[in-house]
């Protein structure tokens, strides 16, 4: 049986907090890989500034570059509409078989309390081992209240940092070095995104 984090998002840009969540989980839960799955179009977000596929694609691809546990999965940037993560997570099931894997499913503090609002929340708990972290800024919704017994928290140290304070820093014209990959920033530079 192959264990594997799973780590959705919608990565515009992926910055170095997405990095460390997910090298700290691997190794506190003894995974041996985590895919990132960045998200088409997000069921909660509003999409309509939402940084191109493919940008966000190869700013990951350029974010994990040389690290052999960390590998993307492109199957939601694939997929024609909204990205559900149930969908995605039967996917990955009937894709990978052959591996009879044991997914991982990593969500942050914010994704808890809005479980509530997502696609069959409790079949992704069943389908999956949903491991949640937290985030500063947020503590557990009332709401999420009947999910907790079903999630494993786990502590990881944290950094106050979000993809909307990176696009912020970035139009502002201020540093950020130190808080994405200096090859995700080359990119963006040459690119001209967040503008
Ligand atoms: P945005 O600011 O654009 O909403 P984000 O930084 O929240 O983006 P996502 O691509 O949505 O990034 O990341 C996926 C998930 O990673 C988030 O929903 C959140 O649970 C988690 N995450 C991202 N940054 C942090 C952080 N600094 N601390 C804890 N969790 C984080």
Do not use: C
Request: aromatic share 12%.
């Amino acid at each position: 049986m192959k264990k594997i984090g799973l780590f959705g998002g919608t990565f515009d840009p992926i910055h170095n907090g997405h990095l460390i969540i997910a090298e700290y989980l691997r190794v506190e839960l003894d995974l041996e890989e985590i895919w990132f799955i960045p998200a088409r179009i997000h069921p909660l977000k509003n999409n309509t500034d939402i940084t191109s596929a493919e940008d966000r694609l190869n700013m990951l691809k350029l974010a994990i570059d040389g690290d052999q546990h960390f590998r993307i999965d492109d199957l939601e940037l694939r997929r024609e509409g909204i990205s559900y993560t149930i969908d995605t997570i039967d996917a990955l099931h009937e894709n990978y078989r052959h591996l009879s894997p044991e997914f991982y499913f990593f969500i942050g503090m914010d994704n808890v309390n809005e479980l509530h609002q997502w696609k069959e929340p409790k079949q992704i708990l069943t389908k999956s081992k949903v491991v949640a972290f937290g985030r500063p800024g947020f503590t557990p919704h009332e709401k999420a209240k009947e999910f907790l017994p079903y999630i494993r928290f786990v502590h990881v140290p944290l950094l106050e940092i979000s993809s909307t304070f990176v696009r912020k820093r970035i139009r502002e014209g201020l540093s950020v070095r130190y808080i994405i990959a200096d090859s995700v920033f080359k990119y963006i530079q040459e690119k001209q995104l967040y503008r």
